[in-house]
């Protein structure tokens, strides 16, 4: 069950939320926002693959 949502939410999060690896972003130089959002992403990712 927890698998299914987290597979969907990333599924939704990759039509709604920017990708900053195509817009060449570095994370050195990104906003608290920017961290946020890729921390957020990086997070539903993992537990999409390791539910």
Do not use: C, E, H, R
């Not at 817009?23 to 921390?39: E, I, M, R, W, Y």
């Not at 997070?43 to 999409?48: D, E, L, Q």
Request: proline share 2%; glycine share 4%; aromatic share 14%.
């Amino acid at each position: 069950m927890k698998k299914k949502f987290f597979k969907a939410l990333a599924k939704l999060n990759k039509k709604i939320l920017p990708n900053f690896t195509k817009k060449g972003v570095d994370l050195a130089k990104a906003s608290k926002f920017q961290l946020a959002l890729f921390g957020y992403k990086l997070w539903v990712t993992k537990n999409a693959i390791n539910q």
